[in-house]
């Protein structure tokens, strides 16, 4: 069966870091691209990043280009998200989804997510 | 990087259909044919229901189907069950490595 774990969450000040992890099993890890999605309280989902199976190529959503870098860690079938000055607006349950590429690139599992909160 | 335009709401009777649509560009919904529906219950993850336009993953009832026209995809919903009552959202790839979510439509059985 395929898990996906999120953790990592928390609350933070505006300006600081937090690091998200996704922990991944029941595949193999590494033959996957992988994501961050995230959702604003009572908002819609937003896509933020995906990384490519050997982590030689990164893409990010306009509003975090520069502040956050996703990575992972095949040997340990885990995906990171090193979120960094962060913003009131940044507030929000994240996800790690799967992106499948041979299911017409859709996100076919998803982490239960993992709350991260920027507040003064 | 816009995101795609979904009725904020959409309603039905145990028994009918219901038809949510998604409205995106010619840079998006209309230029691929990638086109995702997550059903994300209260406090739950989305859970992937249509991906490819019209593909069900394994699993998903027949009573859920997708179609695309232009830059208008849809998801419709036969049969409904009390257990339909979700949010549902659209995705598209929009190129380049980049994806686009709608903002989601809230089903509601009568």
């Known amino acids: 069966e395929v898990q996906l774990v999120d953790s990592g969450g928390g609350l933070v000040q505006p300006g600081g870091s937090l690091r998200l992890s996704c922990a991944g099993s029941g595949f193999t890890f590494s033959t996957y691209w992988m994501s961050w999605v995230r959702q604003a309280p009572g908002k819609g989902l937003e896509w933020v990043a995906n990384?490519?199976?050997?982590?030689?190529?990164?893409y990010y959503v306009d509003s975090v280009k520069g502040r956050f870098t996703i990575s992972r860690d095949n040997a340990k079938n885990s995906l990171y998200l090193q979120m960094n000055s962060l913003k009131a607006e940044d507030t929000a349950v994240y996800y790690c989804a799967r992106l499948n590429y041979a299911s017409g690139r859709s996100f076919d599992y998803w982490g239960q997510g993992t709350l991260a909160t920027v507040s003064s | 990087q816009s995101a795609l335009t979904q009725p904020p709401s959409a309603s039905g009777s145990p028994g009918q259909s219901v038809t949510i649509s998604c409205t995106g560009t010619s840079s998006d919904v209309g230029d691929y044919n990638y086109v995702s529906w997550y059903q994300q219950l209260p406090g739950k993850a989305p859970k992937l229901m249509i991906y490819g336009v019209s593909k069900r993953p394994s699993g998903v009832p027949d009573r859920f189907s997708g179609s695309k026209s232009g830059s208008t995809a849809s998801l419709t919903v036969s049969g409904l069950q009390a257990e339909d009552e979700a949010d549902y959202y659209c995705?598209?790839?929009?190129?380049?490595?980049?994806?686009?979510f709608g903002g989601g439509t809230k089903l509601t059985v009568l």
């Open positions: 995705s598209s790839y929009a190129g380049s490595n980049n994806w686009v």
């Open positions: 990384i490519k199976q050997d982590g030689s190529e990164k």
